[in-house]
């Protein structure tokens, strides 16, 4: 099993990102994918959630209504669509499924 996550970096308060995490060595399709973060001195979060063939979607409090998480079961790949971001959102994003975690992406919400 193989994660790894993309498209992290530094970004102004209210911009946007798009986080990318490539799966391998399972079959993807059949599994719940998940989006965590982890901001300096606190615990690891759960930020999103996506169900298998239906694309159910669940989110943090904290991130409704700015963030999307979408899937291509084509592409083995899961997505974060980040909007509206705030320095709050400052962390690094781990991909994690079947068991596996990814290396994590920064990032950094900062002026």
């Known amino acids: 099993v193989q994660l790894v996550e993309s498209g992290g970096g530094l970004v102004q308060p209210g911009g946007s990102l798009r986080l990318s995490c490539a799966a391998s060595g399972f079959a993807f399709s059949r599994y719940i994918m998940n989006w965590y973060r982890q901001a300096p001195g606190k615990e690891r979060e759960l930020v999103a959630t996506?169900?298998?063939?239906?694309?159910?979607?669940n989110y943090a409090d904290s991130v409704k209504g700015r963030f999307t998480i979408s899937r291509d079961n084509a592409k083995n790949t899961v997505y974060l669509q980040m909007n509206s971001l705030k320095p709050d959102d400052t962390a690094v994003y781990y991909c994690?499924?079947?068991?596996?975690w990814g290396q994590g992406t920064q990032v950094t919400v900062s002026s």
């Open positions: 994690r499924a079947n068991g596996a």
């Open positions: 996506i169900s298998t063939a239906e694309s159910r979607t």
